[in-house]
């Protein structure tokens, strides 16, 4: 983190600027969030950026950062699942992930957008899980989300059931699809969790 911020003020002062303050991208966050919200709140609070390619969690509580992880997954994942599925280039991919109209059907993106959501509703908990594990007694009360992807239609919703579950069973089914759109690979089988820390997913043999 100190090379960032020399690197940054370096970048500045080349530049021909003054740099009045220099700060990390999770605890600038962190700044927005506590000048835009009131600071009374007795739970911890998760801020979750998603950007393109790194998702950071930084939880805060009393005004200060207790515990932070950065985890490589982000709006690119979203973007390669719907130009793999589709078969269509990632400039598509991105703009039809973005609501833009570029002939491609919502309905058709469902599927893939959930598969990748999925994935990610995966890794929030494994950062809520190591954060218990560190924790003493805080728990998080909210979660607020920033950075481009968080602005996926229904990613709130689908974080937010997902966070209040406690346990689940079900079956669930996954394809993989090669470049011309043809399934290379089939799966089934059975997952169960509770919360916290056990997740177990069953193979069913094809």
Known sequence: PLEEMVASARAMDEAGMDAVVVDLDAFA??????????????????????????????????????????????????TD???????????????????????VNWDDLVPALEAVSRELSLEVQRTFDYFVSTAESERIGKIVLSGGCSKLTGLDDFL?????????????????????????????GTFAFQRPGRFRWTYEKP
Do not use: W
């Open 29 to 78: 966050v962190q700044n927005q969030f506590e000048l835009s919200s009131p600071a009374d709140a007795t739970d911890a609070v998760a801020l979750i950026d998603i950007g393109a390619s790194v998702m950071k969690t930084n939880v805060i509580h009393g005004g200060a950062c207790i515990f932070a992880r950065d985890v490589p997954f982000g709006g690119n994942n979203y």
């Open 81 to 103: 699942a719907i130009a793999q599925r589709l078969n269509v280039s990632s400039e598509v991919a991105e703009a039809a992930k973005q609501g833009r109209e570029v002939g």
């Open 160 to 188: 937010a059931f997902n966070s209040s579950s406690k346990t689940a069973t079900g079956r669930f089914e996954q394809q993989v699809f090669d470049r011309s759109g043809k399934t290379v690979e089939r799966a089934s």
